[in-house]
T-cell receptor
Framework: DTGVSQDPRHKITKRGQNVTFRCDPI?????LYWYRQTLGQGPEFLTY????????KSRLLSDRFSAERPKGSFSTLEIQRTEQGDSAMYLC????????????FGQGTRLTVV | DQQVKQNSPSLSVQEGRISILNCDYT??????FLWYKKYPAEGPTFLIS?????DKNEDGRFTVFLNKSAKHLSLHIVPSQPGDSAVYFC????????????FGRGTSLIVHP
């Protein structure tokens, strides 16, 4: 296992189109997080899963955003009717749900909405 | 409101000297703290962490100090190397709960040869 994998690395889309990103976590990790990072900011929490259950969503996650983790393994993040303000780096991270532990991040998907 | 604050956007240090990166937090429930390092076009990489039951944790050239009463932590890099040039993020979480790390805005460290 080489770590957290995200696909695609880059996505350019026209405003109003739908996009979907995929994240494959480290195999034994049961927690999976989605973050968004814009220029000059740190990663901002969007949502997280423990196994297949989506346990928390940030108020940043508008109705146009939906995330799934159907079998408790990989996860997808879909953005519908993209807006220019959605342009950001979308980061996925995974961790073990025991005590406090570090989350391991993927390389991110850079979304540009034109 | 930023619960984790890194007030210095950038820091420039000479190779071989000490780099000190600072972080303040406001949420007293935070009890686990992490530092991440990020190179351009890559995701953050975990560097070092500290639990609130400790006031210092050391790993090679990296040491994190925690001052709970001041709600302040710092990362010391000694000696600094050009390869340490990156953006450093401080993060904090609450154990016994969702453990969701909350990040600061980052400090860009440049180590000059």
């Amino acid at each position: 296992d080489t770590g957290v994998s995200q696909d695609p690395r880059h996505k350019i889309t026209k405003r109003g189109q739908n996009v979907t990103f995929r994240c494959d976590p480290i195999s034994e990790h049961n927690r999976l997080y989605w973050y968004r990072q814009t220029l000059g900011q740190g990663p901002e929490f969007l949502t997280y899963f423990q196994n297949e259950a989506q346990l928390e969503k940030s108020r940043l996650l508008s109705d146009r955003f939906s995330a799934e983790r159907p079998k408790g393994s990989f996860s997808t993040l879909e953005i519908q009717r993209t807006e220019q303000g959605d342009s950001a780096m979308y980061l996925c991270a995974s961790s073990l749900a025991i005590k406090s532990t570090e989350a391991f991040f993927g390389q991110g998907t850079r979304l540009t909405v034109v | 409101d930023q619960q984790v604050k890194q007030n210095s956007p950038s820091l420039s240090v000479q190779e071989g000297r000490i780099s000190i990166l600072n972080c303040d937090y406001t949420n007293s429930m935070f009890d686990y703290f992490l530092w991440y390092k990020k190179y351009p076009a890559e995701g953050p990489t975990f560097l070092i962490s500290i639990s609130s039951i400790k006031d210092k944790n050391e790993d090679g050239r990296f040491t994190v100090f925690l001052n709970k009463s001041a709600k302040h932590l710092s990362l010391h890099i000694v000696p600094s190397q050009p390869g340490d040039s990156a953006v450093y993020f401080c993060a904090a979480s609450v154990s016994g709960g969702s453990y969701i790390p909350t990040f600061g805005r980052g400090t860009s460290l440049i180590v000059h040869p």
